[in-house]
Protein backbone atom coordinates (compact mmCIF):
# COMPACT_ATOMS: atom_id res chain seq x y z
CA UNK A 1 0.00 0.00 0.00
CA UNK A 2 1.59 3.54 -0.93
CA UNK A 3 1.57 6.22 1.78
CA UNK A 4 -1.35 8.83 2.27
CA UNK A 5 -0.69 11.68 1.18
CA UNK A 6 -2.72 13.54 3.55
CA UNK A 7 -4.16 12.64 7.31
CA UNK A 8 -7.87 12.64 5.93
CA UNK A 9 -6.73 9.80 3.47
CA UNK A 10 -4.68 8.13 6.08
CA UNK A 11 -8.05 7.70 8.36
CA UNK A 12 -10.20 7.00 5.50
CA UNK A 13 -7.83 3.96 4.90
CA UNK A 14 -7.65 3.08 8.88
CA UNK A 15 -11.82 3.45 8.84
CA UNK A 16 -12.26 0.85 5.50
CA UNK A 17 -9.86 -1.65 6.99
CA UNK A 18 -11.68 -1.52 10.21
CA UNK A 19 -15.03 -1.97 8.69
CA UNK A 20 -14.04 -5.14 7.20
CA UNK A 21 -12.85 -6.29 10.69
CA UNK A 22 -15.97 -4.95 12.44
CA UNK A 23 -18.50 -7.29 9.92
CA UNK A 24 -16.35 -10.28 10.77
CA UNK A 25 -16.52 -9.89 14.59
CA UNK A 26 -20.15 -9.17 14.44
CA UNK A 27 -20.81 -12.45 12.65
CA UNK A 28 -17.97 -14.15 14.96
CA UNK A 29 -19.86 -13.19 17.85
CA UNK A 30 -23.39 -13.84 16.90
CA UNK A 31 -21.72 -17.86 15.81
CA UNK A 32 -20.07 -17.89 19.61
CA UNK A 33 -23.14 -16.92 21.43
CA UNK A 34 -25.85 -18.80 19.18
CA UNK A 35 -27.85 -15.93 19.05
CA UNK A 36 -29.56 -15.83 15.47
CA UNK A 37 -32.34 -13.26 16.03
CA UNK A 38 -31.45 -9.75 16.30
CA UNK A 39 -33.46 -6.74 18.28
CA UNK A 40 -34.28 -4.06 16.24
CA UNK A 41 -33.58 -1.33 18.85
CA UNK A 42 -30.85 1.03 18.68
CA UNK A 43 -29.68 0.49 22.27
CA UNK A 44 -29.75 -2.90 22.08
CA UNK A 45 -26.80 -2.86 19.40
CA UNK A 46 -25.13 -0.34 21.29
CA UNK A 47 -24.97 -2.12 24.61
CA UNK A 48 -23.72 -4.81 22.33
CA UNK A 49 -20.84 -3.18 20.97
CA UNK A 50 -20.12 -1.86 24.17
CA UNK A 51 -20.30 -4.57 27.01
CA UNK A 52 -19.69 -7.75 24.35
CA UNK A 53 -17.75 -6.53 21.42
CA UNK A 54 -15.67 -4.40 23.14
CA UNK A 55 -13.90 -6.38 25.31
CA UNK A 56 -13.47 -9.41 22.94
CA UNK A 57 -11.59 -6.67 20.76
CA UNK A 58 -10.11 -4.95 23.47
CA UNK A 59 -9.97 -7.14 26.73
CA UNK A 60 -12.01 -4.30 28.65
CA UNK A 61 -15.54 -2.75 28.71
CA UNK A 62 -15.57 0.67 26.70
CA UNK A 63 -15.46 3.58 29.66
CA UNK A 64 -18.70 5.30 28.60
CA UNK A 65 -22.05 4.99 26.48
CA UNK A 66 -24.22 7.51 26.00
CA UNK A 67 -26.64 9.46 23.73
CA UNK A 68 -25.68 12.72 22.63
CA UNK A 69 -27.28 15.75 24.19
CA UNK A 70 -28.27 18.14 21.11
CA UNK A 71 -29.01 14.92 18.97
CA UNK A 72 -31.15 12.50 19.25
CA UNK A 73 -29.73 10.15 16.33
CA UNK A 74 -26.44 10.51 17.82
CA UNK A 75 -24.21 8.48 20.36
CA UNK A 76 -21.02 8.06 21.70
CA UNK A 77 -18.84 4.86 22.99
CA UNK A 78 -15.64 6.43 25.17
CA UNK A 79 -12.56 4.62 25.99
CA UNK A 80 -10.16 6.88 27.93
CA UNK A 81 -7.41 3.82 27.47
CA UNK A 82 -7.77 2.80 23.78
CA UNK A 83 -5.38 0.20 22.99
CA UNK A 84 -5.20 0.93 19.40
CA UNK A 85 -3.66 4.48 20.07
CA UNK A 86 -1.52 3.33 23.16
CA UNK A 87 2.14 2.15 20.95
CA UNK A 88 1.75 4.59 18.48
CA UNK A 89 4.48 7.49 17.81
CA UNK A 90 2.75 10.29 16.29
CA UNK A 91 4.69 12.96 14.64
CA UNK A 92 4.03 16.49 15.38
CA UNK A 93 3.13 16.96 11.45
CA UNK A 94 0.34 14.43 12.10
CA UNK A 95 -1.23 16.26 15.84
CA UNK A 96 -4.51 15.95 14.39
CA UNK A 97 -4.67 11.89 13.32
CA UNK A 98 -6.57 9.50 15.46
CA UNK A 99 -5.54 6.31 15.33
CA UNK A 100 -9.07 4.88 16.96
CA UNK A 101 -10.06 5.72 12.95
CA UNK A 102 -10.14 1.78 12.59
CA UNK A 103 -12.31 1.57 16.04
CA UNK A 104 -14.46 4.03 14.02
CA UNK A 105 -14.48 1.62 10.97
CA UNK A 106 -15.10 -1.49 12.91
CA UNK A 107 -18.10 -0.18 14.86
CA UNK A 108 -19.40 1.16 11.40
CA UNK A 109 -19.06 -2.02 9.90
CA UNK A 110 -20.57 -3.69 13.02
CA UNK A 111 -23.50 -1.35 12.79
CA UNK A 112 -24.29 -2.09 8.99
CA UNK A 113 -23.89 -5.93 9.59
CA UNK A 114 -26.74 -5.98 12.12
CA UNK A 115 -28.94 -2.96 9.76
CA UNK A 116 -28.07 -0.25 11.79
CA UNK A 117 -26.49 1.93 8.62
CA UNK A 118 -24.75 5.49 10.83
CA UNK A 119 -22.14 7.57 10.36
CA UNK A 120 -19.43 7.43 12.58
CA UNK A 121 -15.66 8.74 13.31
CA UNK A 122 -13.40 8.78 15.64
CA UNK A 123 -12.41 11.87 18.18
CA UNK A 124 -9.97 12.99 20.79
CA UNK A 125 -11.89 14.58 23.49
CA UNK A 126 -9.99 16.03 27.02
CA UNK A 127 -11.08 14.21 30.40
CA UNK A 128 -12.42 16.69 32.42
CA UNK A 129 -10.24 14.90 35.77
CA UNK A 130 -6.51 14.66 33.59
CA UNK A 131 -5.07 16.12 30.87
CA UNK A 132 -5.11 13.12 28.77
CA UNK A 133 -7.02 12.79 25.55
CA UNK A 134 -9.75 9.67 25.57
CA UNK A 135 -10.95 9.00 22.36
CA UNK A 136 -14.78 9.12 21.39
CA UNK A 137 -16.43 6.93 18.71
CA UNK A 138 -19.43 9.42 17.43
CA UNK A 139 -22.23 7.65 16.18
CA UNK A 140 -25.22 9.07 13.89
CA UNK A 141 -27.72 7.22 12.62
CA UNK A 142 -29.17 6.93 9.42
CA UNK A 143 -32.64 8.68 8.97
CA UNK A 144 -34.16 5.18 8.02
CA UNK A 145 -32.78 3.64 11.35
CA UNK A 146 -34.46 6.96 13.44
CA UNK A 147 -37.85 6.43 11.53
CA UNK A 148 -37.69 2.53 12.64
CA UNK A 149 -37.06 3.17 16.20
CA UNK A 150 -39.55 5.95 16.80
CA UNK A 151 -41.98 3.57 14.73
CA UNK A 152 -41.21 0.78 17.64
CA UNK A 153 -41.52 3.41 20.36
CA UNK A 154 -45.15 3.76 19.30
CA UNK A 155 -45.95 0.65 18.98
CA UNK A 156 -44.42 -0.25 22.40
CA UNK A 157 -46.19 2.69 23.83
CA UNK A 158 -49.96 1.79 22.12
Not at 3 to 26: F, H, K, M, N, P
Not at 94 to 100: A, E, H, M, R
Request: proline share 4%; aromatic share 8%; charged share 25%.
Amino acid sequence: MDRAQSITELEDRLDRVGYDVGTRILELLAYREKQMRRKPEILDILKHIHSVAWPYMFGKTADDLQQANAADDEYMISDHDLMVGKFISIPKSYSSFVPGSIVAGMVRGMLDAAGFPARVSAHFVEQPSSSKLSTTILIKFDKAVMQRQAQLDATRRG
